[in-house]
């Protein structure tokens, strides 16, 4: 996955917001603002190339001390960044960097 496609795409307004991370966002109290700064400023985590439809990626950001993942996807053909879900990492899952899955 490529991030500044990402980067490009969400500065465009190419964004699709998935029913799935709409509802999430709103139980996490996650708004679409954080989820932007997240796709634009922060770290892309892991990849999963062989997701489908299309190749997606976790990207993680802190603001205001508060962690943040993000999972995006990109549609080369169509030109759309879809958000397909956004989380707070916590440490049941993640070391304390919150890019480091516990094992």
Known sequence: MDREVVREK??????RWQRHA???MMERGITRNEVKKTLLKGELIEEYPKDHPYP?????YID???PLHVVAAIDKDAEWC??????????????????????
Not at 56 to 60: A, I, T, V, W
């Open 22 to 24: 709409l509802q999430r």
């Open 64 to 66: 205001s001390g508060l």
């Open 82 to 103: 879809y958000i397909i879900t956004a989380y707070r990492p916590d440490s049941e899952h993640f070391e304390s960097d919150y890019k480091t899955r516990t094992s």
């Open 56 to 60: 997606s990626g976790l990207f993680f």
């Open 10 to 15: 969400i500065n465009q307004g190419r964004i």
